[in-house]
């Protein structure tokens, strides 16, 4: 499907099966045109979101943990992936009991009273209380979007999950200022996972006041979280389906069911003038082709192109790989971009099969604890037009 015709007809006819998700998604043929054949066609919404002459977007964590083998030991061991993640017992809700026997009430009582200015004070008590403490890292990332007119506008993508890892990161990258100077408008949060989300009073610490978007579905531990971290601004909880927010700008919360009972992904869709459709997203948990299609039946954009693409892809997160795998890089090159930003938990393995298969992917540097430059790691930009 090198033609763009044939992929809008292939994009056309599999827009309404992407529900099943991945598990529904294997061999070449699921990708295929093929398929279309057992879809109903779904009619193009066209919604017009407006334009923005540029993005850049800078990574300030994409590491939300240092060992596999250890998160994937604790998950085990507390019972496995459907566990609530409030009960593992991982930082910063440690309670001192052990793995499995966490409690958010328990844990948050030993350092809201910190929160979210004594954030040393309250890592010195989560680190003596929790389990595995110094593998928790986190994924954040810092949107900038330039509109026609020139003027540029910050956003925050997710704020990580370490206190000590995600102040060092902010302070690295300059975060700490732009939010101390109300340069950085809102927060947007991609999901309620641990690694996203359970650095809130990072971000609070230098602006308690930001606007805070959610998607809906957030758990009761974590609404009572962004109270307990000192949050004073507005909280906006975003509905399911697509939510203009700028020019050229707007989000996308996605109802999905997610591990470690999370419900619910919020991602970015940006038009970006003469170039196409630019998708950001923390872990894609929707699966990048429904990620691609749902903007093809939704949105109008430039040039009716998917430009480019930045963050997790949830392909292969813990650096395992299956041949069911192999099929979603295959299927990622029917989509056209021209730049690929990938990291986190899209994997090093994967990164590595889409350069091989001769993808546009912006490699990185492999500074600040990020694993290879095979993608866009700490401290690394990419910018889409």
């Known amino acids: 499907m090198s033609d763009n015709m044939n992929r809008r007809d292939f994009l056309k006819g599999a827009a309404t099966g992407v529900g099943v998700g991945l598990l529904g998604a294997m061999g070449l043929y699921s990708y295929s045109p093929a398929r279309k054949q057992h879809f109903t066609q779904a009619e193009r919404k066209m919604t017009d979101i407006g334009m923005c002459r540029s993005v850049k ?60 200015n ?15 403490p110094d593998n928790a890292g986190g994924y954040a990332a810092l949107v900038e979007v330039e509109e026609m007119s020139g003027n540029k506008r910050k956003f925050l993508l997710d704020v990580g999950w370490s206190y000590k890892w995600c102040d060092e990161c902010f302070k690295r990258e300059g975060i700490d200022k732009m939010l101390e100077n109300k340069e950085i408008e809102a927060l947007f949060f991609s999901h309620e996972h641990f690694d996203h989300f359970w650095g809130l009073p990072v971000a609070l610490k230098y602006d308690p006041e930001i606007t805070i978007y959610i998607p809906e579905g957030f758990y009761p531990e974590g609404l009572q979280y962004i109270k307990d971290c000192g949050h004073k601004g507005k909280l906006i909880t975003v509905k399911t389906g697509l939510n203009p927010v700028i020019p050229g700008m707007a989000s996308y919360v996605f109802a999905i069911p997610i591990i470690c009972r999370v419900y619910g992904e919020q991602s970015l869709y940006f038009n970006v003038a003469e170039k196409g459709l630019v998708s950001v997203t923390g872990c894609c948990h929707q699966g990048i082709i429904r990620f691609a299609e749902t903007a093809y039946t939704e949105i109008k954009y430039e040039n009716d192109k998917c430009y480019g693409i930045y963050g997790g892809l949830h392909i292969s997160p813990f650096d395992d790989w299956d041949p069911k795998y192999d099929d979603l890089v295959i299927s990622l090159g029917d989509y056209g971009f021209e730049r690929i930003g990938c990291n986190h938990c899209t994997g090093v393995l994967c990164a590595k099969k889409f350069i091989t298969a001769g993808y546009p992917v912006v490699e990185g540097t492999a500074r600040f604890r990020s694993k290879d430059k095979a993608y866009l790691g700490n401290g690394d930009t990419i910018t889409f037009g």
Not at 84 to 108: A, C, R, T
């Open 57 to 116: 977007v800078t990574n300030i964590s994409e590491t939300s943990w240092f060992d596999n083998g250890t998160l994937m030991g604790d998950i085990k061991g507390a019972g496995g992936l459907l566990v609530n993640q409030y009960d593992y017992n991982w930082p910063p809700f440690g309670n001192g009991k052990g793995l499995g026997k966490g409690s958010y009430d328990e844990g948050i009582a030993q350092i809201k009273h910190l929160l979210p």
């Open 118 to 132: 004594k954030l040393d004070e309250a890592w010195e008590i989560i680190h003596a209380n929790s389990v595995n």
